[in-house]
């Protein structure tokens, strides 16, 4: 029997990037362009397969092995998303201070999220109240689910 040498296979290319950055997010380049894609804030499934479709590139490529001009185009079609993504597909419609349509990524999407939780929380607006108690925001039920605190049990009857 042969022993194996401990050798790494060349079947990767010299240009391979371990860590592409896109939308200010490091993206892990041994991924393939959509799961990478997803790893952005903001973009999940449909978006980073509207984006890898309009691209052009194929979803099984990993990212890593995409050219620099490639990555580029992908930024800018990711920042530029609002501009042919259909109304419904955006995750910002109709902005409340502005008016406007648009796809928020990162740490924006964060930021505006808790600003629109403080505003009905100032207005006092059930949303808010509801928020501010820590309870259940969209109906659900709270009888018997979504409980916390001290753990209340029964006694028996000795």
Same mark, same amino acid.
């Given at each position: ?23 200010? =997010?490091?993206?892990d ?9 997803? =790893? ?9 397969e ?9 979803p099984?490529?990993?990212?890593? =092995?995409? =050219?620099?001009?490639?990555v ?43 600003d ?23 109906g ?16 028996r009857?000795?």
């Amino acid at each position: 029997m042969a022993k194996k040498d401990n050798q790494p296979k060349q079947t990767e290319d010299e240009n391979f990037n371990y860590i592409v950055r896109i939308a200010n =997010s490091d993206i892990d380049g041994q991924k393939r362009t959509v799961i990478g894609l997803q =790893s952005i804030k903001g973009v999940g499934k449909r978006v980073a397969e509207i984006i890898a479709k309009k691209a052009g590139i194929d979803p099984a490529v990993k990212m890593g =092995s995409l =050219s620099d001009e490639k990555v580029a185009e992908l930024e800018s079609l990711v920042t530029s998303y609002v501009e042919y993504a259909p109304q419904w597909a955006i995750n910002r419609q109709n902005d409340y201070e502005s008016g406007a349509d648009m796809h928020l990524l990162g740490n924006d999407l964060d930021l505006v999220q808790k600003d629109d939780i403080n505003r009905m929380k100032m207005i006092r607006c059930y949303r808010g109240i509801r928020h501010e108690e820590h309870h259940k925001v969209r109906g659900q039920r709270t009888r018997s689910n979504g409980r916390h605190g001290l753990t209340m049990g029964v006694v028996r009857k000795k």
